[in-house]
C-alpha cells in the first residue's frame, strides 16, 4: 500500500471493471493504492480517495497521473558554478525527488519552480546535482518532516513499514538510471516496492533495455521492482536511503 497525489484528473471504475461516470479521482486529492486486484483477464488498482462524502474506494486501469516529472521543466533554470545553463530537466532530479516525496507523505502539492528555488537559496544546489541531505534539512524546518539516512535495506523496509518514503540514491548501474539518479520510495504493492522516477520517459524500461525490463514493473507513472534490485542499483552510494516521516 502507498500514497501518492493526483495531478490530474483520473478516470476510475467499479468492481466490474466498467466506468464508473458518477465518480472520479480530482488533480489535488491524496489518494491511497491499496493492492492490484485482477478483474476478468486485466489487473486494476484498487484505490481510496476522497469525496465530499468521505472516503470512496474505486479501481484504477494503470496508474498514470501521480508523478511530477523532471522532463517537464525544460524551462525552470536550475543553475549552479560550472552549470549555468542547468534546468530542472538536466539536473533536478533531486528537486523533483523532493516534490514527490512530499505529496505521497503530506499529501503537499509543492511547485517544481518553488522547489527548485527552495534548493538553491538554502545551499542544496551543487554543481552537478542536489545535495539532498542539506535539501532535507531545510525541508524539515518548512514542513515539519523528520529524516535520517541509511544504507540498510532492513531499515528502508521497517521505514516503509511504518508510513514513511524514501528518497533513493541509485548509482547509476544501469536499472533506474545510468548516472547517478533521485528516484522515491513511496511504499509497496505486495512484496514489490512501488517507485515514482521523476526521470521517467516513454520507454525507459522496455525493450531497448532488456535488464530493465526484466527487473522493472510499469504502470502508467509508478515502477515496480523488488528491493534486491534497488539495493543493487544504489550500491556504490552512501548514503543509499534517505528516509522521510512525518514530524
Request: aromatic fraction near 10%; hydrophobic fraction near 35%; charged fraction near 15%.
Amino acid at each position: 500500500m502507498f500514497r501518492a497525489l493526483a495531478n490530474k484528473k483520473l478516470s476510475v471504475y467499479s468492481s466490474d471493471g466498467k466506468k464508473d461516470p458518477a465518480s472520479y479521482i480530482a488533480a489535488g486529492d491524496w489518494c491511497t493504492v491499496i493492492q492490484a486486484v485482477q478483474i476478468g483477464v486485466s489487473t486494476f488498482y484498487e484505490v481510496q480517495y476522497p469525496t465530499s462524502k468521505g472516503p470512496k474506494v474505486r479501481y484504477l486501469k494503470t496508474l498514470s497521473g501521480f508523478l511530477v516529472n523532471q522532463n517537464n521543466y525544460k524551462s525552470v533554470k536550475y543553475p549552479a558554478p560550472g552549470y549555468e545553463k542547468a534546468t530542472i530537466a538536466s539536473g533536478g532530479c533531486g528537486v523533483c525527488s523532493m516534490v514527490n516525496a512530499l505529496g505521497s507523505l503530506l499529501g503537499k502539492a509543492i511547485s517544481v519552480p518553488s522547489m527548485a528555488q527552495f534548493s538553491i537559496s538554502n545551499g542544496a544546489r551543487v554543481p552537478g546535482g542536489t545535495n539532498m541531505l542539506t535539501l532535507c534539512k531545510a525541508a524539515s524546518k518548512k514542513w515539519g518532516i523528520t529524516y535520517s539516512t541509511t544504507n540498510s535495506g532492513t531499515a528502508l523496509k521497517n521505514h516503509l513499514a511504518n508510513g514513511g518514503v524514501a528518497i533513493c540514491n541509485v548509482a547509476g548501474n544501469g536499472i533506474f538510471s545510468n548516472t547517478g539518479h533521485y528516484i522515491v520510495c513511496v511504499g509497496t504493492i505486495g512484496n514489490q516496492l512501488a517507485f515514482l522516477d521523476c526521470g521517467l520517459y516513454n520507454g525507459k524500461y522496455g525493450f531497448m533495455y532488456p535488464r530493465r525490463k526484466m527487473a522493472v514493473k510499469v504502470s502508467g507513472d509508478v515502477i515496480f521492482s523488488s528491493y534486491q534490485t534497488l539495493n543493487d542499483d544504489c550500491y556504490g552510494r552512501t548514503p543509499c536511503y534517505y528516509l522521510i516521516g512525518r514530524g
